[in-house]
């Protein structure tokens, strides 16, 4: 399996409450993204990074912001979670000249 | 813009049977790269297979082998001697050659290979 990390793998929360998922991959990989899955299990692109000190939005619109510091690392947060936010969000990142693209094992938020 | 359809969200299959999974897409690129993704439940979503589009032979990993008909925007995975591991979400995904843009997933078909 890929060196690409996702921690909490689960996670219930409180609305209002402020969270920050973490993603990290050791394969000096530059390009990142994050992906929310609903419940059909189809995927949505919400934010990416070519590199450090880059981020953009994806094709849906989401309410989280991202940051990208470190190569290696790509946290997403959500300032005030909802009840809207309850989904699983998958992280993945490919190598510049590669385009396969490789995920971790994701993290299932709920929101009460 | 790219779309990518998978028009089976469900398919079951017996162990040892052999399936297959739609995929078609649509693009006005001549060159470009296909792949099924396979996630199954509560683990990692990892390739199954991938092809190029200038490619003509049809790509192959053991059991797993596609048919890409590009005049058609077609590719279908074929899993031959299904096993009960088979059981997953399959994803089919476009990418353009360029880094800079990013895939395009289908919505998924779920596969369950019963005993």
């Known amino acids: 399996e890929a060196d690409i990390y996702q921690t909490p793998r689960y996670l219930v929360i409180g609305t209002g409450k402020k969270i920050t998922l973490e993603c990290s991959q050791t394969?000096?990989?530059?390009?990142m993204y994050w992906y929310q899955q609903d419940p059909g299990m189809e995927l949505h692109l919400i934010h990416y990074?070519?590199?450090?000190?880059?981020?953009e939005k994806g094709d849906l619109s989401s309410e989280s912001t991202v940051s990208r510091i470190r190569t290696e690392h790509f946290p997403l947060t959500l300032e005030s979670a909802r009840p809207s936010h309850t989904s699983q969000y998958l992280c993945?990142?490919?190598?510049?000249?590669?385009?396969?693209?490789?995920f971790g094992p994701g993290t299932r938020l709920t929101v009460t | 813009a790219q779309t990518v359809t998978q028009s089976q969200p469900e398919m079951s299959v017996q162990e040892a049977e052999t399936v297959t999974l739609s995929c078609t897409y649509d693009?006005?690129?001549?060159?470009?790269?296909l792949f099924w993704y396979k996630q199954p439940p509560s683990r990692q979503m990892i390739l199954v297979i991938r092809?190029?589009?200038?490619?003509?032979q049809n790509a192959t990993e053991n059991r797993f082998s596609v048919n890409f008909q590009k005049a058609a925007k077609s590719f279908s995975l074929k899993i031959s001697d299904s096993q009960l591991g088979d059981t997953a979400m399959y994803f089919c995904?476009?990418?353009?050659?360029?880094?800079?843009?990013?895939?395009?997933f289908g919505p998924g078909t779920r596969l369950s290979v019963l005993p």
């Open positions: 993945a990142s490919s190598e510049y000249g590669s385009h396969e693209q490789y």
């Open positions: 693009t006005s690129e001549n060159n470009y790269y």
């Open positions: 995904a476009f990418a353009r050659t360029d880094y800079g843009q990013n895939f395009v």
């Open positions: 092809q190029e589009a200038y490619k003509q």
């Open positions: 990074s070519y590199g450090v000190n880059s981020t």
């Open positions: 394969m000096g990989h530059d390009k």
